[in-house]
């Protein structure tokens, strides 16, 4: 077993359970309405897009800048408000200095029922892809009432469990180039000088295996930002997931509806879509063929048409 792999299932999600901000210039920066919530010590930044019901969207990592969802946000501002929170420590939400007592679950919890609260929302709709689902459920964990529906788009589950399982599949997809690269530039982290761009060398190689059509995939990298990947903050959160993740017991009794959307080809394993299913008392599930990761970009059709018939549902 390949060291990278070895060290990515103890430690689970901290480089790969990945959404990468790909855009060549921050979408953030071309469009949207800035809005800023105080926290401890620091501003908690976030922008909106469109009109209408409030529409939460919670990006992946842990550690990506949000930038990516602005297209999935741009295809519902015609209905919702769309809101593309910048997670502590990611965009222009920084703390001054990442500690395991301002960065971990509990707390980005409570950024969001404090956006929520500063917002005057009353109840909010959840989109969370990827650990953006993970740290959507455990919102609802915290603050059922405060929760409209809940949206989990190739989402991790409810404890980490899941990831050695995850990180096979991944493997399994790799040559044996693929792999004997991964393993150079894994033993050569400990002393890189830019653990930024040797990251984003892993996700060269990573990302495309994330999706159906690996091709879809080289062209979801090649723009690909190291700036947009905040690695500090990614490895203090998957640390807490393994101490202290574990939902299920609070969402047995979570009521409001729950649409789960998850490829057949994610490497995210189907029984994590099927356990979260079954936990919820009011979730519905949908499997989307010839989809990995990321279903929006490869079944665009069938998931905007699920998602909004949700959301109309829904309200």
Same mark, same amino acid.
């Given at each position: ?8 299932? +103890? ?23 800035? !809005? ?8 908690? =930044?976030?922008?909106?897009? *469109?009109? *209408?019901?409030?529409?939460?969207? @919670? +990006? %992946?990592?842990? %550690? ?6 602005? $297209?999935?946000?741009?295809?519902? #501002?015609? #209905? ?8 502590? !420590?990611? %965009?222009?939400?920084?703390?001054? &200095? ?31 892809? #990827?650990? *953006?689902?993970?740290?959507?459920? &455990? ?24 990831? $050695? ?8 997809? &790799? ?14 982290? !400990?002393? &890189? ?6 990251? @984003? ?15 879809? *995939? ?11 990947? =905040? ?9 807490? @997931? ?13 009521? $409001? ?13 189907? %029984? ?18 010839? #989809?990995?990761?990321?279903?929006? @970009? ?18």
């Amino acid at each position: 077993m390949l060291r990278f792999f070895s060290y990515s299932k +103890s430690s689970l999600l901290s480089t790969i359970l990945l959404l990468v901000s790909v855009s060549p210039t921050s979408l953030l920066a071309q469009t949207g309405h800035d !809005g800023a919530v105080a926290r401890e010590s620091f501003t908690l =930044h976030y922008k909106t897009i *469109g009109t *209408g019901r409030p529409l939460l969207l @919670l +990006s %992946g990592g842990p %550690g990506f800048d949000v930038d990516y969802m602005m $297209p999935l946000a741009q295809e519902l #501002s015609a #209905s919702y408000q769309c809101i593309l929170l910048e997670q502590r !420590g990611t %965009g222009r939400s920084q703390p001054p &200095a990442l500690t395991p007592e301002n960065v971990n679950v509990a707390v980005m919890v409570e950024d969001i029922e404090a956006l929520r609260d500063s917002m005057k929302v009353n109840k909010l709709v959840i989109l969370g892809h #990827s650990w *953006g689902g993970m740290l959507g459920m &455990a919102y609802a964990a915290a603050h059922a009432d405060r929760v409209d529906s809940l949206v989990l788009v190739a989402s991790g589950g409810m404890d980490s469990s899941f990831g $050695p399982i995850f990180m096979d599949n991944i493997l399994m997809r &790799a040559t044996t180039i693929e792999r004997q690269r991964i393993r150079q530039i894994q033993d050569a982290m !400990g002393s &890189a000088a830019d653990l930024l761009t040797a990251y @984003l060398d892993l996700f060269r190689l990573m990302v495309p295996l994330y999706f159906f059509d690996r091709d879809r *995939g080289e062209q979801f990298m090649a723009a690909a930002k190291k700036e947009s990947y =905040h690695p500090q903050l990614a490895h203090l959160v998957q640390i807490d @997931l393994q101490r202290n993740y574990n939902v299920r017991d609070q969402l047995r009794h979570f009521n $409001p509806p729950v649409l789960i959307i998850q490829g057949h080809q994610d490497p995210i394993p189907e %029984g994590v879509a099927l356990d979260s299913k079954a936990t919820l008392p009011n979730a519905q599930l949908l499997f989307l063929n010839e #989809s990995g990761h990321f279903p929006w @970009l490869e079944r665009p059709e069938a998931f905007y048409q699920s998602l909004r018939t949700f959301l109309r549902t829904e309200r």
